[in-house]
């Protein structure tokens, strides 16, 4: 992933400016955040450990609800969260860290087949460029009977108002955002994914901005 340069001054701008707005999105969204993520230790493994992959884990703003003892593999395709990531691993120091992997979820290629209990995504299935092969990829590097667990805000319901404003103002976000979209009708790739189990609520995120508050949140099994 480029680094340097003009391409590079923005991904660092951009690491910098996700790491301050995750502090209010997290207090926005503590109350759904605590509720998602309470079902980790379900899937821990036999011997009682959970390996967790979290896929364009940015800053780290999730590690406060993972459970105790949980030893937690970071990847983002943007290396400039190195620094804001570390900051949150020494105030969660509750959890283990296996390291950060600067690869994106389409390619994990540093990431075994059937090798964790858990993968993560939150605000991300967003801005990937192909929805798909990252749940590909999930399903792969999952065990049998592991979870895919997200959060992600989505398009409104077609006939709506806000419908209409995403679409219009999409062009502009996807360019201030990384790639980040305002109309993916994201939990129809994850009805299509193979899954074995999906469990999904379309909720409403409150205080957040407008255009993105139609959210989806749940988990998968494989």
Request: glycine share 6%; proline share 3%.
């Amino acid at each position: 992933m480029e680094t340097t340069g003009l391409s590079g001054a923005y991904r660092r701008l951009f690491a910098l400016l996700s790491y301050n707005s995750t502090f209010i999105y997290n207090e926005k969204m503590h109350e759904f955040k605590r509720e998602l993520f309470r079902n980790l230790p379900r899937f821990r493994s036999d011997d009682g450990t959970l390996r967790l992959l979290e896929i364009g884990c940015g800053s780290g703003a999730n590690f406060q609800y993972y459970p105790h003892g949980c030893t937690v593999i970071c990847s983002d395709p943007n290396a400039h969260f190195d620094q804001y990531l570390r900051r949150n691993m020494e105030e969660n120091q509750h959890l283990c860290y296996e390291g950060f992997l600067v690869e994106s979820g389409e390619r994990l290629e540093h990431v075994e087949d059937a090798s964790v209990d858990v993968v993560v995504c939150t605000l991300v299935l967003c801005s990937v460029r192909n929805v798909r092969k990252v749940l590909q990829e999930v399903r792969r590097v999952l065990k049998s009977g592991g979870a895919f667990f997200f959060l992600e805000h989505v398009v409104s319901e077609r006939s709506s108002w806000l419908c209409f404003v995403q679409f219009a103002l999409d062009p502009l976000w996807l360019r201030l955002g990384e790639g980040c979209t305002l109309t993916r009708a994201t939990w129809r790739d994850l009805e299509a994914a193979g899954f074995s189990h999906l469990h999904i609520q379309h909720i409403s995120a409150p205080k957040v901005s407008a255009v993105i508050t139609p959210h989806i949140m749940g988990y998968c099994v494989k």
